[in-house]
């Protein structure tokens, strides 16, 4: 046992019986990156001076946020029992808009080092992540994080651990990825636990993407896990979903900076460079052979990532259009789940349909795009996908409620989620009153532990997609976790529901929501509208429909008196100044039919969050 | 004045304007307004540039003003040289002028007479708080000159008075009148309607009880809450409501009634007078773009297409003028635009309306639909001597108008 082996294994030439891949799943914060910063430390690949707190965390968004988004692998040399072996760290993402992401990180693994925080317990996300591992046959080794801390409760969780994985108490690993104690040990347990990968040195070559990176420098980085043959330098690969062939350009392996190597061997995992320019192009869980020398056939799992939520973004300033489309275009390049095609609403103008694996994503993109582009953006309520039939048993697609068909239709389905609940128990009532709200199916219950409940779901996605999990946060006080996995669809009895100003429909404001909750619907955004619509010289009505029938109604009485400038004394400067101001902010509406709507209203009405909301476009 | 001053240009020291400034002023007219900066107490409402006795550590350069002002007088004089005229048009302002010894008053007058002349019959008004005159003192300012006095009456009502923290007895208000026509002083009252807390009712007997004293002329003001006010805070803290839009919309319809119903004509949205010979012609030449020089701490001018406002505090004040120097804080000189868009704000407000030949033709064609909105009078707008005169209606959403004639 030593802390650093003294000579590293080359790529390309080690056995694969000295090969370990692991990964580690853990909840955000529960302290994957500071133990991953710890293992660099250990194994000798950054040294004192070089390493840097979350040092794999590269991207900005993801050190601000705390959320690896972006998987990554790692090298590391280890000496165990005088053999030295090669250590690949497999990052997986932490969100459930990533399950897809994570089961192929998974899939290049033999093994996975569950990490917990000895002080909070497991969390919903982790859990499906850990059945995601027993699915794929990984050697799970269980170890409770942050022993340091005077409120960890080891004992209690390891209990709570060994009952989910069907393990002794005593099997599972204390570690404090802070202090480093019991990392070189769970270095150790690694090799010694997990099998070693195995796979046809003398078949034609074949290996799987797990990662693809898009590097403003080097195009695409493609992060792959070698099952058969080898790969190497300058030869030409093929993927095998798409035939397209590329020249290998560099291979190599991350220690943890890119290192060219000879080429990959059976189990080893590095990187490969084409020169291609758009993450697309080298997709996740796609196969990588030989073009001259193609294998038969590609690994399973492939699986073309799907979008699940569709939102309208909009510039607020309509003459930033074309710098939102330039910087959709980039996002795209390092984001192989991102789709969008232009879209006109008559009351936001011209933007883009956006189509995200799941809330998170929606939001990263969000925020990516109005902190890296500096693009002040309106976004519309989150939709699903709908298929309608109609009568004549014609089928439209519908990721936009304005897309909605009329006419007779004869039935909607909409896509559902199977989704996973931890609580403490005495929350189980106010989860199944919310999930009953949102009109959840009950699966199943189980206690974890004495204390926790595992619950579990089938809910409909468009009830997730607004404002579920924050809801559920705020009345668990935060202690419950939610995990979600789409699961087919289903027929239920939606109609949409149309929010018309003087008798004009505000496309932006239309939804597709269940019959029973298309009136609180209509009362609520004619309520809010109502609140957030500045009176006009006339009276606007606002309306609530379901096709032609009007389901709510609210009115905006008409101004009597805007005379406001100073009307006395001879400071007429500050008179015209006001005017000046008030004009500015004539510039900020939009104009629905005759209807002055200020784009704060359109924010406000459109975030769930009313009563924020409302409280922030009154301050205005 | 109100108290906070726009941004501006650097002003000259010595006071200088700019060629473009003085051409022509001849043909135009020219007023003096005199600013006081005094109170006996500030009202929470008000945010006029002015100081209490306390605020300026005894009062000392209250005594000391009426000289420190005459300095600016002879300044202005220098200044426009070859283009000083007789004023048409004299107006003490404040603050509280009152509060002056009346000879004060009459030495600022004469100030202005001997730098300046008067034209004769010129309009020489003071403000004047009910609670600050007596019988002697509006005759001495009478025989000074004076031709006008404008009571800050503001109520009738004792609660609506209190929310205003005004001090004087409402009773006040009618004597001081009757002591001013003794005088042979014409007369003007200041209303405000939309207090916290006035009724619809208390408004009436407001508008009542101005009438009962036949004043010659009415101004009728819808509170403001002006930011930085004592009301301010009251109101964001939520110890008084905010005043009411619609709440003002009505009061003002019924002072419209009433007045009218009087013989009170409007000739200017807050402005009614008992036949056009009592108009503030003052005040009209703010309005139609006229030439003045305001005199005293944070006062504005305007002069052939140049507006300039003095430096705030009246400390400061008569340092810059005891050192030589000009007491003008900053200045703007109007661009075409400008003065297009002050044009329009500004005549729109008056009786006699903008003169279609004055707007552009996006103004122009805007006046059908004003005229199909009820905003502007259909009768008005016809023919080629046709103007933009606002309807009642019209009258209370002004700005609308306004930004509309602007094409905005
Ligand atoms: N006391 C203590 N804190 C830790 C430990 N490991 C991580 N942390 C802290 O927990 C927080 C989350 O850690 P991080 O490594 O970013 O978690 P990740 O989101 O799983 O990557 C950070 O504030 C860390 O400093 C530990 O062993 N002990
Ligand atoms: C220069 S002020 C002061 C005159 C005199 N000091 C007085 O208060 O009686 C002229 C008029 O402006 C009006 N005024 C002042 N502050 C106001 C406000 N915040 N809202 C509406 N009118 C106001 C009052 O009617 C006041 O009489
Ligand atoms: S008396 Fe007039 S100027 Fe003085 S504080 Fe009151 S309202 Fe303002
Ligand atoms: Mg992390």
Redesign the interface.
Known sequence: MSPKAMNALAPAATPPELIRNFCIIAHIDHGKSTLADRMLQLTGIVDERAMRAQYLDRMDIERERGITIKSQAVRMPWESAGTTYALNMIDTPGHVDFTYEVSRSLAACEGAVLLVDAAQGIEAQTLANLYLAMENELTIIPVLNKIDLPAAQPDLFAEELAGLIGCQPEDCLRVSGKTGEGVEHLLDEIVRQMPPPVGDPNAPARAMIFDSVYDTYRGVVTYVRVIDGKLSPRERIAMMSTKATHELLEIGVSSPEPTPSDGLGVGEVGYLITGVKDVRQSKVGDTVTNSAKPAAQALGGYRDPKPMVFSGLYPIDGSDYPLLRDALDKLKLNDAALVYEPETSAALGFGFRIGFLGLLHLEIVRERLEREFNLDLISTAPSVVYEVTMEDRKVVTVTNPSEYPVGKVAEVREPVVRATVLAPKDYIGTIMDLCQERRGDLQGMDYLSENRVELRYRLPLAEIVFDFFDNLKSRTRGYASLDYDVDGEQAADLVKVDILLQGEQVDAFSAIVHKDKAYAYGVMMAGKLKDLIPRQ?FEVPIQAAIGARIIARENV?A???????????????????L??K??EG?KRMKMVGRVEVPQEAFIAALSSDAEAAGDKAAKK | MPSTLPDGDPAPADGSLPDSALAGARERSFGVYLHVPFCAVRCGYCDFNTYTATELGGGGSQAAFAATAALEVELAGKVLGAAARPAATVFVGGGTPTLLPPGDLAALLDAVRATFGLEPGAEVTTEANPDSVTPEGLAALAAAGFTRVSFGMQSAVPTVLAVLERTHDPDRVPRAVAWARQAGLDVSLDLIYGAPGESLDDWRRSLDAALACAPDHVSAYALIVEEGTRLAGQVRRGTLPAPDDDDQAAKYELADDVLGAAGYGWYEVSNWARGAQHACLHNLAYWRGGDWWGVGPGAHSHVGGVRWWNVKHPTAYAQRLGAGHSPAHAREVLTEEDRYVEDVLLRSRLAEGVALRRLRPQGLEAVPSLVADGLLAAGAAQGPGGAAVLTRRGRLLADAVVHRLLGA
């Open positions: 010289q009485r101004i009597r008196k805007d005379v406001l400038a100073k009307c006395y004394g001879g400071d007429i400067t500050r008179k015209r100044k005017l000046e008030q004009k004539k």
